[in-house]
């Protein structure tokens, strides 16, 4: 859906969708039926600027065990959106306040991009299908979640490293 900037009007415009996401937009996981996004548009010129929530759910799959689960994305945004010839050929740095600013071609704001983007951003970068997940055994890769397998990972001490090689001279099997 894309929403022409000089179609928004001086009060503003707001819009509130039923959004069914690309999946190969998503950074991880998939989504799990249709995001609820309340938007709200104001427009200066050429700059607009748009704000809102977006409610939802996604299947993501742990990254201790494994496991889907489902992930409630709540997000509230604001957003400048500019123009994208705003945007300054080579090297560019941004400042402080440029960290929340979206570009848009063409006299149009594609929203579901915009929605899309503010998704992959309440997505954690390790999610968890709770904070105590216990994880894979790395010895037999039972879900420990569900089975107490009964192998013990052992760290071994790296203060006693020394002694270790000692006791295998003294063995005779170093």
Known sequence: MFLEVEKIPPKGLTLNLDMVINQARLTEGRTDGPFEARLKFKRRGERVKAWGTIKGTVILSCSRCAEEFSFEVESSFSLDILPIYYL????VSLQEGELDTTFYRNGKIEVERLVTD??????????????DCKGICPVCGANRNKINCGHVE???DPRLSQLKILLEVKNGSA
């Open 88 to 91: 300054r050929e080579g090297e």
């Open 154 to 156: 052992k760290i071994p």
């Open 118 to 131: 503010q998704i992959n951003l309440s997505i954690p970068m390790k999610p968890l299908c709770r904070v």
